[in-house]
């Protein structure tokens, strides 16, 4: 799946940003406070309002501190996805909980420095993981390739029937990197400036699909199910 982050889009026109990427599966809102990220975006109020001008699902990425006192209102809104920072929240899975009983599915995210391991088993309680590829704050930035080992083992225990959960990627995602990301096992792909950058955010979607695909047929060649 690929979910544009509304991050690198015109924020005066945001349902014409939404409009322009119709064919994608999620629109990713980046919620940053000033606190948990040195930016600030967009918070309920935008979401509520952006909610009501797309049919498109809202893939809300909180990254502000006390996740736990907000992100049911995400949900609330209409949000499809409600991640959190595992960074930042004080009981993400009393969280996850309130997410899911909202009426949403619950993410739960790490930043590039975060491992995963010890997290496995809470990811039972959660409907996505969100690996960071940069340090969460600001679009644009240069994709960090060493994330994709936590993605390896994330996937390893999806496989194994362990965990259910979509995969998500979020950060320097674009041509050059979506086949690796792919290749590792990610499901959802976050893009922003890759799509709000180019002529046609609309068309870039579908070649960022395109190229996901071919780099998890690769994925599915290498475990001889191809
Ligand atoms: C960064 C945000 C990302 C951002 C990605 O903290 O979480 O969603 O929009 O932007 P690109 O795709 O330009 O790296
Ligand atoms: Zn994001």
Not at 41 to 66: F, K
Not at 72 to 84: D, F, K, L, M, S
Not at 203 to 225: F, P
Request: aromatic share 6%; glycine share 8%.
């Amino acid at each position: 799946m690929i979910a544009p982050s509304i991050l690198s889009a015109d924020f005066a026109n945001l349902a014409a940003a939404a409009d322009s990427v119709a064919g994608a599966d999620w629109l990713h809102v980046d919620v940053m406070d000033n606190h948990f990220v040195p930016n600030l975006t967009i918070g309920l109020p935008v979401v509520e309002s952006l909610y009501r001008a797309t049919d498109l699902p809202l893939d809300c990425h909180l990254m502000i501190e006390n996740p736990d006192r907000w992100a049911p209102g995400y949900a609330e809104a209409g949000a499809a996805n409600v991640t959190i920072h595992v960074e930042a929240a004080t009981d993400p899975v009393q969280t996850a909980r309130a997410i899911r009983s909202a009426g949403a599915l619950a993410g739960l995210s790490i930043k590039p420095g975060t491992p995963v391991d010890p997290y496995l088993e809470i990811l039972r309680e959660f409907d996505t993981l969100l690996v960071m590829s940069v340090e969460p704050g600001f679009g644009g930035q240069k994709f960090m390739p060493e994330v994709l080992d936590k993605v390896r083992t994330a996937r390893e225990h999806v496989n194994a029937g362990h965990l259910r959960l979509f995969i998500e990627i979020d950060g320097g995602i674009a041509a050059d990197t979506i086949e690796q990301a792919a290749d590792a096992g990610v499901d959802v792909f976050v893009a922003g400036s890759a799509v709000y950058a180019a002529d046609d955010p609309g068309r870039a979607v579908e070649l960022l699909r395109a190229q996901a695909r071919e780099g998890m047929a690769r994925c599915e060649r290498a475990l001889g199910r191809g």
